[in-house]
């Protein structure tokens, strides 16, 4: 069993950055790939970023390419959103998401409860 938290979240202006945190319980962190997701007000849930279990591949949305970075730290079980360049369209609530399958798209077994990003013009 792997609980998800998310935290980070916030106001922030457009043009700013803002990090979210996933803090993960149990011991099976390290063999699951983490994602980030994020549904905006009236939308549906939209892919973010992944990174596998290792560390060494990612994958991003379109929309948020050259601007977001995942990371993880399997030591402290937590996985990483830094997000820069900040625009209104980014205003969402941000889910982390554990999957077996990276790059996160298919077979997600566990979910955070979310954090809410909210970008002002």
């Known amino acids: 069993q792997v609980q998800l938290v998310e935290s980070g979240g916030g106001l922030v202006q457009a043009g700013g950055s803002l990090r979210l945190s996933c803090a993960a319980s149990?011991?099976?962190?390290?063999?699951?790939?983490m994602g980030w997701y994020r549904q905006p007000p009236g939308k549906e849930r939209e892919f973010v970023a992944a990174i596998d279990w290792s560390t060494s591949s990612t994958r991003y949305a379109d929309s948020v390419k050259g601007r977001f970075t995942i990371s993880r730290d399997n030591a402290k079980n937590t996985v990483y959103l830094q997000m820069n360049s900040l625009k209104s369209e980014d205003t969402a609530s941000y889910y982390c998401?554990?999957?077996?399958?990276?790059?996160?798209?298919?077979?997600?077994?566990?979910w955070g409860k979310g954090t809410l990003v909210t970008v002002s013009p």
């Open positions: 998401a554990a999957s077996k399958l990276f790059p996160v798209r298919y077979g997600i077994e566990y």
């Open positions: 149990g011991r099976t962190f390290s063999s699951y790939a």
